[in-house]
């Protein structure tokens, strides 16, 4: 039952009271005994009657059965707190609708047996202000429904404020990519006031200097990425802090924070990542409402200044435009994220690389003979640097074969030192021992006068004892006399004739 026609019914309810009371009074004559018991019991029942009314949703007051609970409980969350919603209302309409019943029947009550009183002892001027009191009790009888119509009121306008804020927050989140990209292109306050009547969105936060720092790209950036397949498309709408020229009082070079508005293409010039390329690219970047192109090595790596920020709002200031929303630069942080983790194919790196080799052939340019090479600071840094490497590594070899030679000769000395004193132990194991003859004697040559010297078969010659005949070749051991062998070769002079 809808709250219209709820209402309606309570509105007809109260207004057959008010006929009823009316006929009754009037009808009513003092010889009607027993009329206060009739509407006492009449009353009775319809209090039973009310009571015997079966309850709405008997399951948790909410539901009708399991059943019905199970088939709300699958529906989406909106759905059900709408139902759930319309069925809290229907019970309280219904108490309510219960509770004025009653007060209606309890007010008919007091109202029938005043008026029984009255006909009793009254004429037709009693009658008359008996009709007086009936009109009154209209007015009191419509107060609890007129207290009803404001609460079904309230409660009305509280439900359709919250349908209106859910609605309004549906539309902010459907609604939002669409207004951050028209913020974007900095359109005027005319097109944006119009923007905003047909767009209730909420407003959106203003950037700050750290949201454009998340998606400013410098020269190494744009060298990694801009083979890439999609990289156009991705890094349209970044900042870069672009070099415009030097200060000539300081000497130090000159940055303007720039938003890239697209990309052409121009004379090929070389980039550095992790290798060295060519490409022909340029960027086209925007300060305040001045277009113009720039290679990507005119892109600093280094981060935004406040000074570079607050001269970019000057800019956009001076010609009447707004800055950008940070919605806006969110979502691009997010275009530039994917555009580093995309899935390669291979029809993409095959891409990639083709675009890298298009100007290969630049590496090795045609020498002239006449042209002497120009070569940069970092040229002359490599070229002195690689100097000192060889330098370093000429000083480190020399070093090496230094300690090499020293281990050399001291591994000579110690051979050296070693075969002098292996010869002395020979020397001294060849060295004949002395004679025992020389001990008896005292070494002297009297005892041997009367010996007769050695006589050498070969050559008929005789050898002195006093001077041995020196040996030549190897040397080798000779086994020590013993005492027999010394008398043995003894010549005492002594002859023996048998």
Known sequence: MSDDELDAELLAFAGDEEEEGEASSVAS???????????????????????????????????????????????????R????????EEVESKKFSAELIRRNKQSERETSKIAEKKKRKASTAD??????????????????LEAYKRERAERGQLRKRQNDRRERERRSLSHEKVASDIDAEGESEVEWDSAKKTLPVREE???????????????????????FPGFEEAVNGAFVRVGTGVDHHTGRTLYKMAQIKGFTEGKPYQIE?????????????????????WPFTYCSNSRFTEADYETFKKALTANNLKLHKRPFLLEK??????????????????????????????????????????TDQSTRLDLVNKANRKANSEQI?????????????EREAREKKRKQKEEEEKTKLLKPPKSNLDDLFDGSDRSRSGTPSFVNKGSG????????????????????????????SMDLGIEIDI
């Open 333 to 374: 942080n997010r275009d530039l994220n994917n555009l580093l983790e995309r899935h390669w194919t291979d029809a993409d790196i095959q891409k990639k690389i083709d675009r890298q080799n298009k100007f290969a052939h630049l590496d090795h340019p045609t020498i002239t003979v006449n042209a002497a090479p120009k």
């Open 273 to 293: 990542d992790k290798w060295k390329y060519w490409t022909d690219q340029y960027v086209i970047a925007q300060h305040g409402n001045v277009q113009k192109e």
């Open 461 to 488: 010659k005789s050898t002195p004892l006093g001077k041995s005949e020196k040996k030549g070749g190897i040397p080798t051991f000779k086994k020590r006399n013993m005492d027999d062998d010394i008398i043995s």
């Open 397 to 409: 070899r020399k070093a090496l074969i230094e300690e090499r030679r020293a281990q050399l000769r």
């Open 127 to 144: 009658l008359e202000d008996n009709q007086r009191k009936s009109s009154r009790q209209k007015i009191k009888t419509s107060e609890p």
């Open 205 to 227: 936060p203003t950037a700050v200097l750290r949201d454009f720092e998340r998606i400013r790209i410098g020269r190494t950036g744009l060298a990694h990425v801009c083979f």
């Open 81 to 88: 707190e709408k139902i759930l919603g319309e069925r809290a």
């Open 29 to 79: 004559s003092p010889n009607s005994l027993g009329s206060g018991a009739m509407s006492e019991s009449d009353s009775d029942r319809d209090d039973q009657d009310h009571h015997d009314d079966g309850v709405l949703y008997p399951l948790e007051g909410k539901y009708i059965d399991a059943k019905d609970k199970a088939s709300i409980m699958a529906m989406s969350q909106l759905e």
